[in-house]
C-alpha cells in the first residue's frame, strides 16, 4: 500500500520506492503539510511541525488561547488567501458580497486503486496495479466552497502528482481569481532554484538561483508554455549536483500560463507553489459549478539531479507519452524548410524526396507553404487546401509519388492561427481573439484562433482530418507561432473575459484529443517556434516536440542540456541542418552535428540535393548508426556527464541501455587549444564488475574503469570535433 491513513492521530502517509509524504488534520480541522523527502517507513513525523507564539502572526478564531498556531507559519498542503497566511498562496476567491476569505477545513477522504483523471485536461495516466489515489475533502465552512485535493502516486516511479477541483457548494456566485494546483512547504531557508529560461532559438537554459526572503518567480503570461520560461523547476539543497544532494521537481501537465514561486518566509521556511499564471485569469463559478485546476507532477531524488531527471525520463516514456509510439523507432525524417522555406514547386520536392529516398530517409515531410496563398508570412494561415499553382497534382498525387519512392509523407500545420489575409478570416473576422474597438497586437502578421469556441475546432476538425485524408500522412507536425494577446472572445460575456485564456488551452486539448484519437497511427510533432510550448501537456498528446528553431548543433547542446532535466531525448525533435548554421553562420563538421541530433527524435533539415558524394556516404552511414543505437537513445537512461555552461572546453553525454550492456557515450569539443591539455571522461551508469568493448575494438575494460577511472579523450584538431563512443558488454 503506498497511501496510508492512521485514523487515531488523522494522519496520511505516501510512500513511493524512494519518497515519503505526510500529512495531518491538525485539531483544528486544517491540513498541514508534515514531510517531504527520502523514505522514512511507519513513523508519525508530526513531531516536524512546530509552532510558538510570534508577533503578527495570527491565530484561526477557534485557536485564540493557543497562540502559537498559526496558518501564516504552519507549514500547509492547500494555503488560501485572506485568513492569515501572507505568503504566497494557492486560492484566492472573492464572494458575492465582495469579501475574499477562504479557510479550508476537512471533511472526509477516499482511497482507491488506480489514478484519477482529469476531465478535459491532460494528466498522467497510469492503470490499477501502477497507480493509487487519495482524494481529500476540504471545506470552507462560511461559504460552502469545497476543494477536492488529488494525490496520483505512482509508486515506483518516485511520483505524485497533484491536481484539485474547487466546487461552489454555497448558494452565491464566487469569483476564482488564483487556483495554483500544488503547494510544498519544507523547514528551512538554505535552497536553490533552478528554473528554464531562454528565448526564441535559445531555450531551456539552466539558470540556478538561491531562494531568497521574499519571493522568487518563474512564469511565463504569454497564453503558451514558452520559449522565456519552462514549467519545470527544481528546488534543491544548496550543495545539490548530478549525483548528490536533495531534490525536488514541479512539472506541470499544461500548455498555457503558469506560476512557479518559492518564497522563504519570515522563520527560514521555504514554500515552493506551481499553477495557472493569477494574472489575467478570473473564473466565475455560479452555485454547483466545479472547476478543475491542471495536474503538477512531483518527483523527488535524495541523489541528486541526474536521478530526478531518470525518474522523469521514465515516467515520461510509460505514463505521458502516446503509446502507439513507446518502444518503436521513430522514423529517420526530411523537413523541407531550412532548405527552400516558401520557396518550392512540386518538381522542387520531388527532387529532394528523390535525394533523401537515396540516402535512407524514411519520412519526406513537408513544411510550411503547400496551403492557400502562402508564398510568405503575411498570407494563408487558416486556409487548409493546397495551393494548387505550387502542387499541381494535390496533396494526393504528391503523397503518392513521395510514397512510390518508399518512403511516408509527412506534413505541417499551424491550425491555431490566421493570417488577416486569408480566405478563412474574410468569411470569419470574429473568430479570432481580439478586442473590438482596439487595433490587436501583430506577431508574423498573424492573429490567433478562438480555440474556446466550439464552431472554431469543429472547422479546424474537418479541415485537418480533411489534409490528413487526402495526403493519408503518416506524421503531422502542428506549429503554434505566436504569443497571445489582446485576449477577447466574442462568445464570452464582458464579465467571463478572464476565463479566455484557459478555454483556449482546454480547446487545443480538446481538438488534439479528437485528432490523435482519430488519427492514433500517425506520428505527431509538436512546435511553437521550435520549443514554445514544450511542455508535459502538449507530450501528453504527441510523442515528439520540435525542441528549438536553432539547428547550430554547438548551441543545440546548450539547449538540449537544459531540456534534458526535465525531459527524455525521445521528447526531443534533432535534425541536422546545413553549415555554416542558417541561424548563426557557425561551421561545424557533419558528424558533429549528426551526433548532437542523434541525441534526440533524429533526422535531416537541409537541401539534400546539394550534397557532395562524401557526405552523402557520412549520411548513410550516420542512418545506419541512428538505426543501431536508438534503442539505447531513446529508451535507456541518460547521463549528464558535464555542464557545458561551466565547461568551456568539451561537452559529454551518455546513454545506457536499461539493462546496462550496452552504452553511447558523446563527446564535442568546444573549443580547441595549442598544446592541449589531456582530458579524461568517467561513464556512469555500467556495471561495475562487467567486461565491456569500446566500438568493437580488441581491448576489454571493466565497468568500473570505465565509471572510475575513466576514458581519455583524444586530443583533436580544430574547434566542434565530436568522439562518439559505443560501449558493448563481452
Ligand atoms: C516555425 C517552426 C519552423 C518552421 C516555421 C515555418 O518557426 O518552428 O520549424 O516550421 O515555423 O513557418
Known amino acids: 500500500m503506498s497511501i496510508l491513513y492512521e485514523p487515531q492521530d488523522r494522519v496520511f502517509t505516501i510512500h513511493t520506492k524512494r519518497s515519503t509524504w505526510q500529512m495531518k488534520v491538525s485539531r483544528y480541522g486544517h491540513l498541514l503539510h508534515v514531510y517531504y523527502g527520502s523514505k522514512i517507513e511507519h513513523m508519525d513525523l508530526s513531531f516536524l511541525v512546530r509552532g510558538i507564539n510570534r508577533g503578527f502572526s495570527g491565530t484561526p478564531y477557534d485557536a485564540c488561547d493557543d497562540r502559537g498556531y498559526s496558518l501564516d507559519t504552519l507549514p500547509q498542503e492547500y494555503p488560501c488567501s485572506g485568513t492569515g497566511d501572507y505568503r504566497t498562496g494557492c486560492l484566492h476567491a472573492i464572494h458575492a458580497d465582495g469579501s475574499q476569505a477562504v479557510e479550508l477545513l476537512y471533511v472526509s477522504h477516499r482511497i482507491y486503486a488506480g489514478k484519477y483523471r482529469l476531465p478535459g485536461l491532460p494528466s498522467v495516466r497510469a492503470s490499477d496495479t501502477e497507480a ?15 476543494v ?14 497533484r491536481a484539485l477541483s474547487v466546487r461552489n457548494g454555497g448558494q452565491t456566485r464566487i469569483l476564482l481569481s488564483r487556483v495554483l494546483s500544488c503547494c510544498v512547504d519544507f523547514p528551512g531557508r538554505d535552497m536553490d532554484m533552478l528554473s528554464f529560461h531562454g528565448r526564441h532559438a535559445m531555450e531551456r537554459i539552466l539558470q540556478r538561483s538561491r531562494v531568497p526572503y521574499g519571493r522568487l518567480s518563474v512564469g511565463s503570461v504569454r497564453g503558451t508554455s514558452s520559449h522565456q520560461e519552462n514549467p519545470f523547476v527544481i528546488l534543491c539543497d544548496r550543495d545539490a549536483g548530478e549525483e548528490q544532494g536533495r531534490c525536488y521537481s514541479m512539472s506541470f501537465v499544461y500548455s498555457g500560463n503558469f506560476l512557479a514561486e518559492a518564497e522563504a518566509d519570515q522563520i527560514d521556511q521555504t514554500r515552493f507553489v506551481m499553477g495557472i499564471h493569477p494574472d489575467g485569469f478570473c473564473w466565475t463559478l455560479e452555485a454547483g459549478e466545479e472547476f478543475i485546476a491542471p495536474e503538477v507532477i512531483l518527483s523527488y531524488s535524495g541523489a541528486g539531479f541526474g536521478l530526478l531527471s531518470g525518474n522523469l525520463h521514465d515516467l515520461y516514456r510509460q505514463h505521458i507519452l502516446p503509446q502507439a509510439f513507446q518502444g518503436r523507432r521513430r522514423p529517420v525524417l526530411l523537413n523541407s524548410w531550412e532548405a527552400v522555406e516558401f520557396d518550392f514547386t512540386e518538381e522542387t520536392l520531388l527532387s529532394m524526396a528523390e535525394s533523401a529516398a537515396n540516402l535512407g530517409i524514411e519520412l519526406f515531410v513537408l513544411d510550411d507553404g503547400w496551403f492557400g496563398s502562402r508564398d510568405c508570412d503575411k498570407s494563408g494561415l487558416g486556409d487548409w487546401f493546397p495551393n494548387l499553382k505550387k502542387l499541381p497534382s494535390g496533396l494526393s498525387g504528391l503523397s503518392d509519388r513521395i510514397r512510390d519512392m518508399g518512403m511516408e509523407f509527412g506534413i505541417w500545420i499551424e491550425p491555431e492561427m490566421v493570417n488577416e489575409d486569408s480566405e478563412l478570416f474574410r468569411a470569419h473576422p470574429d473568430w479570432c481573439l481580439r478586442i473590438p474597438g ?5 506577431e508574423r502578421c498573424q492573429l490567433v484562433l478562438d480555440l474556446g469556441r466550439k464552431e472554431v ?14 495526403s493519408k500522412a503518416a506524421y503531422i507536425k502542428w506549429d503554434m507561432n505566436r504569443s497571445l494577446s489582446d485576449i477577447w472572445s466574442a462568445c464570452l460575456p464582458g464579465s467571463r473575459q478572464g476565463e479566455a485564456s484557459h478555454r483556449y488551452i482546454l480547446g487545443v486539448y480538446e481538438l488534439m484529443e479528437r485528432l490523435t484519437q482519430k488519427y492514433p497511427h500517425v506520428l505527431w510533432e509538436g512546435c511553437s517556434g521550435g520549443g514554445g510550448r514544450f511542455d508535459a501537456g502538449i507530450l501528453s498528446y504527441m510523442p515528439q516536440i520540435w525542441c528549438s528553431d536553432n539547428t547550430d548543433a554547438v548551441e543545440r547542446i546548450h539547449i538540449q542540456y537544459g531540456t534534458s532535466f526535465g525531459y527524455p531525448a525521445c521528447a526531443v525533435g534533432s535534425h541536422v541542418s546545413a553549415s555554416p548554421n542558417q541561424q548563426t553562420g557557425r561551421e561545424t563538421p557533419l558528424p558533429t552535428r549528426a551526433d548532437v541530433a542523434l541525441a534526440g527524435c533524429f533526422g535531416y533539415e537541409l537541401d539534400v540535393r546539394m550534397l557532395s558524394g562524401e557526405e552523402k556516404a557520412q549520411i548513410r552511414r550516420q542512418i545506419e548508426d541512428y538505426c543501431k543505437l536508438w534503442h539505447v537513445i531513446q529508451q535507456g537512461d541518460y547521463y549528464r556527464l558535464s555542464n557545458p555552461q ?30 592541449p591539455p589531456f582530458f579524461c571522461i568517467r561513464a556512469r551508469g555500467l556495471k561495475e564488475d562487467a567486461r565491456y568493448r569500446i566500438d568493437g575494438g580488441e581491448a576489454v575494460y571493466t565497468g568500473n574503469a570505465l565509471m572510475h577511472a575513466g576514458i581519455p579523450i583524444p586530443v583533436t584538431q580544430g574547434d ?8 558493448q558488454q563481452v
Open 646 to 675: 561551466e565547461n568551456a572546453d568539451f561537452a559529454a553525454w551518455e546513454f545506457v541501455a536499461k539493462d546496462q550492456k550496452e552504452a553511447v557515450v558523446n563527446v564535442v569539443i568546444l573549443h580547441a587549444k595549442a598544446n
Open 438 to 442: 482596439r487595433k490587436p497586437n501583430l
Open 720 to 727: 566542434y570535433q565530436s568522439i562518439r563512443y559505443h560501449i
Open 132 to 146: 493509487q489515489t487519495l482524494e481529500i475533502l476540504l471545506k470552507d465552512r462560511a461559504t460552502g466552497l469545497e
Open 457 to 470: 475546432r469543429e472547422h479546424l476538425f474537418d479541415c485537418i482530418s480533411r489534409v490528413m485524408d487526402e
Open 148 to 161: 477536492i485535493l488529488y494525490y496520483g502516486v505512482l509508486e515506483e516511479n518516485d511520483v505524485i502528482t
